[in-house]
Nanobody
Framework: VQLQACGGGLVQAGDSLRLSCEASGGRIFRNLGMGWFRQAPGKEREFVSAISYSGGSTYYADSMKGRFIISKNDDKNTVYLQMNGLKSDDTGVYYC???????????????????WGKGTQVTVSS
């Protein structure tokens, strides 16, 4: 499975951005759980959000709840991350990931993700 994320950019605090990640190859997209992670400068990669294969279950890191929304469009083989109320702490490289598990594994640090895409840079100026 190949993953291509896009949609990053430079925005001001309080603005919104929507990241997209298109999957290709490998398993049928509708059978994949998907996720977003990010890595801030000098920090380890951290979980942002995840979604089950059906879209029926979603997961968010505490600091993203109420601000970020994850969704997937099986017809377009694409997962989205709508980010609202951006803060300077949201700055980082955002990575899209996919898992062969129908549902991401919250007990696992990386939610059981099997495939990773190249990241897209999000910079939030205060």
């Amino acid at each position: 499975v190949q993953l291509q994320a896009c949609g990053g950019g430079l925005v001001q605090a309080g603005d919104s951005l929507r990241l997209s990640c298109e999957a290709s190859g490998g398993r049928i997209f509708r059978n994949l759980g998907m996720g977003w992670f990010r890595q801030a400068p000098g920090k380890e990669r951290e979980f942002v959000s995840a979604i089950s294969y059906s879209g029926g279950s979603t997961y968010y890191a505490d600091s993203m709840k109420g601000r970020f929304i994850i969704s997937k469009n099986d017809d377009k083989n694409t997962v989205y991350l709508q980010m609202n109320g951006l803060k300077s702490d949201d700055t980082g490289v955002y990575y899209c990931a996919a898992t062969n598990n129908l549902t991401p594994r919250p007990c696992n640090k990386e939610y059981g993700m099997d495939y990773w895409g190249k990241g897209t840079q999000v910079t939030v100026s205060s």
